[in-house]
C-alpha cells in the first residue's frame, strides 16, 4: 500500500464511520457525566426527563432485557399532598422511562410501616405504576433471603429476594424530615427491602444502615423533591409541614445523591449522621468536595 | 324436588354469608353493608325491644323473618341459617343417626326454651348472654377465627408448595395470586382465645354425632324463639288417607318433628320446613302434601311449669354469680375497646360477639382480637385492642361501620382521628434509650397524629465509660395520644414494649368522659 491508497483508504474508512453515525453524544455524555443533576421548577415528569438528559439518557443505566426494581417509598397510608410516600406521578414516569429503554420488566414493591394495602392504594403508587406498566407487587414474608452483610455491627440481614435478583435498581425515595436521623432520603429508603425486626436498626442507626446499604446499592438514585416534608416526619400528616420545592435530585451514587439533597433542608453532612458515617467509610463513588454537580432550572 | 331447592337456597344463603365475610374487608364502601346478614338474626330484634322497648328499622332483615315465621314456620333454621347448612352438612361427615337411635335426645327439646328464657330473664337486667349463643354471630365468630384463617393456611401454603415444582409453577401462581387478590389479600390471620372458640363450634357440630341437628333440636334459643312464634303456623304438612304408616318420614326427620306413634301430625314448633319428609315417602304412596289451612292446630312449647321455675331460678342465681366477680382494675386497663364503642356496661349489653369488626380490623391496622375472661365472664369475646400484634390504623374507621347492632357506633374518620381510646405510657426500665441510653425512638416515628405525641428531648448523658453521648429521650403528650397503639406495636424490643397503651383517658362514643374525682385533699 503506498501512501496515497492508505490516505484515500483512511478518509473513506473516517467518511463512513461519520456516515454511520456512532454514538458521539453518548461517548461525549460518558466523559462529561456530571456526578449529580439538581433540575428544578418543573413538574414530576419534566423534571425526570430532565435530569435523565445532563445524565446522558436512560439507557446508560437501564439496557435491553433488564429486570429492573423501582423502589419508590410508599410506607405510609397518606395521600400523595402529604409528602410522606415517593410523588406517584414520578414513579409512573420512571416506570415508563425504564420500560422505554427495552427493560423486560419493572417491579416496584416496598415493605411498608402501615398496613400494606392501604399503603399501595393511598399513596396511588399502585394504581399510577401499574397504568405506566409495571408489576406491582405485595411484599411476601417468605421472600426475603438472609445475605451476608459482616459488617461493623450487623453480621447478616434478611433483604428482599426480588430486589438482589433485578439487573438494576433504581431508588426511588422522597425527600423528608426524619427525627432519628434528620431527614431520611435514598440510603435510608433502602430499608423498604429490608426484613426481619427494622426496629433494630434504629439503635446506632448510621453504622447499622451504612453496613447494610454498603451491600445492596442501587444502580441510581433519583430523590424526589416534588413535595418536600419539613418536620414531623417521617409521617406527617399536617399540610403545613409540606413545602413545594419542584425539585429532583438524580445521581449514580447513592451518598452523593443524599448528600446533594441536605440543600434541601439547609444541613450538612455532620448534621444527618449516616451521610456523614457513609462518607467516612468510603460508600460515596465521588469525593463530595470536588462534586461535579450539574444544576438545571427549568423555565 | 322441594327439598332440592332447599338444598340449593341452604347453599346459596351459605354461599352470600361466606361473601359477605370476604367482603368485610379494606377497601370497603359503606354501601357493601356486609354486616347484613348478621342482621337477618332473629334475635336481635327480640333483645333490641327489651333493652330498648323499639323496633329498630335496622335490623329490617330480621324482622322480615319475624314477619313470615308465623305463617310458615321455621323455614329461617331450616332454609337460610348458614349455621344449620355447617350443621347439616357435618352431619353428613359424622354420620348423624336416625331418630330411630336418637329418639332418647327428645327429653331435652326444652332446653332451648330454658336457654332462651334465661338469656331474657338476664337480658332484663342488661346482662348479653344471648349473643353468645346467637346462630349468626357463632358461624361469623368461628368463620373470623377458626375457618378462614384455617382454610387461608391451607391453600396459601399448598398453592406455594405446587409453585415451587417446576412445571407446575406458572399455573400455581395464577391462582394463587387470584386467590391473593379475591380471597385473602392480607396477611395470613392469627388470633387469640382460638382454643375455645374452636371448641365451641366444634362441639356444636361434633353433637350431630349425637342426633341430626342436635344444636337445632335442643339448644339454639333462635330456633327456639323462632319455634315459639310458629305454634299456629299456617303453612301444614297434610298425610293423605293413602299412608300406610311405614314411619320413613318419621325417623327420617331432621328435626324429630314427627311424634313417633302419630306420623300424620307435626310438631309446629320444631318443624323447620326441610320437606325431607315428602321426599323419603315411598314413591308408590306419596301421601305427604304441604297446603295452608286457615284454621291451624296449634303445638304447645314444651315446657313444663317447673322447668320454668328452674330456669327462672337458675338465671338469678346466674346473674348474681356475675355480679359478685372481683372486677380488677389491673385487667380492666387493659381493656382496650375499639373506637366508637359504647360505654363499657352498654358496650357489653349491646355486642353480640361476632367479632365482624375483628374481622375488618385484619386488613388495616390488626390491633382487634377476641377478648379473653379477665375478671368477668361477660368480657369474653367483645373485641379488644392487643396492641403489641397491631394497632388502630390512623385512617381507618370501618369497624364501627360494619358492627350490625350499632355496639360500636359509626363514626366519620375525622370524629374518629380526635376520639382517644386510651393513652401511652413509656416504660422506662425497658425503653431503650432510658435504659440502655441510646438512640431509638421508633414509636416517635410511627406516631400518626399530625402533631405528634410522642416527642423528645436531646440530653448528655455521662456513660459509665466516661464517654459523654447525647440522646433523644421520648415522652407523651397527653393530650394528642389517642391510643392508636402503633408506638406499641413498632417498639423493636423483642418481647415486651417499652411503651404500652391502657385505657386511660378513653373517651367512649356516645359518652362524656367522665370528671375526675376531686382531690379530697383540696390540691
Redesign the interface.
Known sequence: MNRRDFLATTGAGVLGASLLSPPWDRLLAQTQMPHAVWVENGEPAQLLAAALKEMGGISHFISRGDVVVVKPNMGWDRAPQYAANTNPELVAAVVTACLGAGAKTVKVFDRTCNNPLRCYTNSQIEEKAKIAGADVSQVRESRFVNKAINGELIKEWPIYKDYLEADKVINLPIAKHHSLSGVTLGMKNLMGVMGGNRGDIHNNFAQKLVDIDRTILPTLTIIDAYRILTANGPVGGNLAHVKQTRTLIMSPCLVTADYVALELFGLGADDAGFVGEAIKRGLNTYDVKKLNLRRVRLA | MTANIRKVVQLLALGFFVVLFLLAR??YTERTEADIFLRFSPLIPLFDFIQHFRFSTLFWPALVILALTPFLGRFFCGWLCPLGTAIDAAGKVVKSPSNRFSGKWEKLRWLKFGILLGCILLALFSVNVWGYLDPLSIFNRALTVVFYPLGTLFVDQAL?AAGRIPFLEDPAMFVYDTF?SLVM???QAHHQGLLWIALFIGGILGLERLSRRFWCRNLCPAGAWLGFLSQFRMFERIVGEACPICNKCQTECKMDAIPGGDVKHTSKVECIDCFNCGKVCPPKVKAITYRWRWSPYHTPVDMTRRQVLQTSAGSLAALGLLQIGLPSKDSQTRQIRPPGALPEEQFADRCIRCLECVRICK????CLQPDQIRSSLLELWLPVAAMREGYC????NLCGIVCPTEAILPMTLQEKQHLPIGLAHFDKDLC?PFA?N?????C?????????AIK?EIKEVLLPNGVKRKV?YPYVIRDLCIGCGICET???L?GQAGIFVTTENQKRAGATAPEPAANPYGG
Request: charged share 25%.
Open positions: 379494606y377497601p406455594l391473593k389479600p392480607e396477611t386488613s388495616n391496622g390488626g390504623e390512623y385512617n381507618c431503650i440502655q441510646s438512640d431509638c425512638i421508633v416517635e416515628e410511627h406516631c400518626p397524629t399530625p402533631d405528634k423528645f433523644k413498632k417498639c423493636p423483642p
